[in-house]
């Protein structure tokens, strides 16, 4: 069953926290923070007035790099990232973007296969996390 959701975009400083409790538990925020933050458009999920999800898009020349994709363990398998995608993917089309591309864990692949990303190359480590790049061509 979907959880009802909110989309709405955020702040950068709005993500550090669920990023840091999702995706490096026993880091701190000062980890979670990427080159680049400021001038990204970030999207926050929300349920019930709480921030329950985040998302980071980045841009250069049409091509829209997403990262840190993150929900908070008790909301997930709720279809918030799945709001979260639906939200990213309409804004890269109104703004005519030509790719839409991450580094994903390999682990959540096949989430975003789904939403039509297909791995390119071969799976490469970084700080000890196993990720893949995937990617989806867009003509809107």
């Known amino acids: 069953m979907e959880k009802e959701v909110q989309i709405e975009q955020v702040v950068a400083a709005c993500t550090w926290r669920i990023r840091q409790q999702v ?7 000062r980890d979670v923070q990427v080159d680049g933050d400021f001038d990204a458009v ?3 999920a929300y349920h019930a007035h709480r921030l329950i999800g985040v998302v980071s898009l980045f841009e ?3 091509k829209y790099q997403f990262r840190k994709f993150a929900v908070l363990p008790d909301h997930q398998q709720q279809g918030v990232g799945s709001s979260l995608m639906r939200a990213m ?3 890269v089309q109104i ?6 591309w991450c580094n994903a864990r390999i682990d959540a692949a096949p989430f975003y296969e789904k939403f039509g990303l297909s791995i390119v190359g071969q799976p490469f480590n970084k700080n ?4 893949v790049r995937m990617e989806k061509a867009l003509s809107f």
């Open 23 to 29: 995706l490096y538990p026993q880091g701190h925020l």
């Open 89 to 91: 993917l309409d804004v």
């Open 60 to 62: 250069k020349d049409c």
């Open 95 to 100: 703004w005519n973007g030509q790719l839409l």
């Open 42 to 44: 970030h999207f926050g």
């Open 128 to 131: 000890q996390i196993d990720y």
